[in-house]
């Protein structure tokens, strides 16, 4: 009498490896948050702001009025930056983004001037068409974007104008 195997013999070998897959995620996941505890600096409401992001995402739509930075530490993850509500900040805002197969969405009000450096491995998507500007004067610019990426990017679009009389 021959008694049925359970798994077929692809799955028993790929088993161990999704498994041992699934558990170095975990790792990251809990000494990420770990990590985040000790060096998140900040709120939205504060003038500068330090976020780590590790295996998940974060979403942030900072609203003081003397905003001067943003650090990003991205780690197989992703940040929503929503800086809409910032008003205009004489001086610039200075964001700098390290990010390992991790992405930053960004969205600036409509006539802001950015401009960015970008080295490694990924990019920056800009929709100039949304009422942004960019420039190549990194002093004279609203928004500098300093950005250091291995298989990951930014993406920076314009804030949705105000139509309130649509509403």
Do not use: Y
Not at 67 to 92: T, Y
Not at 95 to 102: F, I, P, S, Y
């Amino acid at each position: 009498m021959t008694t049925p195997r359970t798994l077929p013999s692809t799955v028993r070998r790929v088993l161990p490896w999704l498994l041992r897959w699934w558990a170095v995620q975990a790792a990251l996941a809990v000494v990420g948050r770990l990590v985040a505890r000790r060096k998140n600096e900040g709120d939205e409401s504060t003038a500068g702001i330090r976020r780590v992001v590790v295996v998940g995402g974060d979403e942030l739509r900072p609203v003081h009025p003397e905003l001067s930075r943003v650090r990003l530490d991205v780690l197989m993850g992703g940040v929503q930056l929503d800086l809409g509500a910032v008003p205009h900040v004489p001086g610039g805002v200075d964001l700098t983004v390290r990010a390992l197969m991790g992405g930053v969405g960004l969205t600036v009000p409509a006539g802001w001037k950015v401009w960015w450096d970008c080295k490694g491995v990924g990019g920056v998507g800009f929709a100039q068409d949304d009422g942004l500007v960019h420039t190549d004067d990194e002093r004279g610019a609203d928004l500098r974007v300093h950005a250091t990426v291995l298989l990951g990017g930014i993406g920076i679009e314009g804030a949705p104008q105000d139509d309130s009389w649509g509403r």
